[in-house]
């Protein structure tokens, strides 16, 4: 049986992105994610923990998470794991855990879409589904509803995604 190292985490944004290029030339984002988890205690009382979470993202994907994402965004990731071990001078050794991001997706809608703030987790039953996601090295797929025109959540110059496919533009 084959192994996966798979994560998927939604959370807010915890500050804008930062960004750097590599020695190599190669673009990286970090993003600082935070996660909350509800339990009931032994006692019957419900608590609440934030996790943070470094995640890495590199390439074009990195560029586009600079240029749109911001404090407070509600997120999803999908990438992997890594436990990266770093010794300083004193030769003392700390482990850092980050995601590397696969995907990004936004799921919160830019500021001024909507006069109503919407709950990504308890969105109201008319809300429309919101959609940002960005594969690794690809070019934004941002859409909207059929009929209601590009997305607000679009970037300047930027054309929602097709949401049906034209089987007469199919080349085979």
Not at 68 to 80: A, E, L, P, T
Not at 127 to 134: H, K, V
Request: aromatic share 4%; proline share 10%; hydrophobic share 30%.
């Amino acid at each position: 049986m084959r192994s996966n190292n798979l994560v998927i985490l939604r959370g807010h944004l915890g500050g804008a992105p930062s960004g750097r290029l590599l020695p190599g030339g190669e673009r990286v984002t970090q993003l600082s994610l935070a996660t909350k988890n509800v339990y009931k205690a032994q006692t019957g009382e419900r608590r609440e923990r934030t996790d943070w979470h470094r995640i890495d993202v590199f390439g074009p994907t990195a560029e586009w998470a600079m240029n749109q994402m911001k404090k407070g965004d509600f997120v999803q990731v999908m990438g992997s794991i890594r436990h990266d071990v770093v010794s300083n001078a004193t030769g003392t050794k700390t482990t850092y855990t980050t995601v590397r991001a696969h995907e990004v997706e936004l799921l919160t809608r830019r500021p001024g879409a909507s006069e109503t703030a919407e709950d990504p987790l308890n969105p109201s039953p008319h809300a429309a589904p919101m959609s940002g996601s960005r594969p690794a090295g690809g070019p934004p797929s941002l859409g909207s509803r059929p009929g209601e025109g590009p997305a607000p959540w679009l970037p300047r110059g930027s054309t929602p995604a097709p949401t049906r496919l034209d089987l007469d533009a199919v080349p085979f």
